[in-house]
């Protein structure tokens, strides 16, 4: 029998099948909390082994409130401690067990692999090249070819920023509407300019002497990216005369 990840036990299937729920539903049910999380999403992290949801014999999904249960939990450390996959799986195993396990923070990473490090202060959370590729769900030629246009970049050792998933999926899904990567450009450099607007008002505050005023520069520096986003979307939806939900 499961254990809940609270410690709780996992109803049995007999009882539980009632209660199964299709895919669509749990997105709906994490999006109160990850407003980001897809559909992508939750597949990618079905095939890399942190959940291992039903089929029905039509060949759908059937998530139970365990599954739901973990998943939730995968974000929560994904976003919150910025651990790779491998880490949250034997941390979530582990606690399965019953057993008493300290959460590690990754500190930096090595030839691709994450590194664990025990400290207080998360770092900027980075994923591999192979990761990104199935998380957006696309192949090696795609990615080629929006590096190529500088719509996904990858970090010095290779890796890459968490939110360039975001840019993938997103880009893909243009891709869909027949939006292809060398219109998308035009709006990588519009962002470039927004963003090099606001590191021209916080860069002062990056270079004071003062860590406390160092540390209000992030906090300022997010709070302006939030409403440059804001403003983006709001002139778009004027130009074009649509409001969007």
Not at 211 to 217: C, D, G, K, N, V
């Amino acid at each position: 029998m499961h254990r809940s990840l609270s410690g709780g036990a996992v109803p049995g299937t007999a009882a539980a099948d009632s209660g199964l729920m299709s895919i669509g539903t749990v997105l709906n049910v994490l999006r109160d909390e990850f407003p980001e999380v897809t559909i992508s999403k939750i597949r990618f992290l079905e095939s890399e082994g942190l959940i291992e949801p039903q089929r029905a014999p039509s060949g759908y999904r059937k998530f139970s409130a365990h599954d739901v249960e973990r998943l939730g939990h995968v974000l929560r450390m994904q976003r919150d401690h910025y651990l790779p996959l491998k880490v949250i799986r034997e941390h979530l195993d582990a606690m399965e067990r019953g057993e008493a396990v300290q959460l590690p923070a990754v500190g930096r990473q090595r030839d691709g692999e994450a590194v664990v490090e025990a400290s207080d202060t998360p770092t900027a959370a980075r994923i591999g090249r192979a990761e990104l590729l199935a998380a957006a769900e696309v192949g090696e030629q795609e990615l080629q070819e929006w590096e190529s246009y500088g719509l996904i970049t990858p970090l010095a050792d290779g890796a890459y920023d968490a939110e360039a998933v975001t840019v993938a999926a997103l880009v893909a899904e243009l891709g869909r509407f027949g939006i292809e990567p060398r219109h998308i450009r035009l709006m990588k450099a519009a962002a470039d300019r927004e963003a090099g607007l606001v590191d021209q008002v916080v860069a002062p505050l990056k270079r004071h002497r003062n860590p406390q005023t160092r540390a209000h520069a992030e906090a300022r520096t997010k709070e302006l990216a939030g409403l440059t986003v804001k403003l983006h979307a709001a002139l778009v939806q004027t130009a074009l005369g649509v409001r969007l939900p």
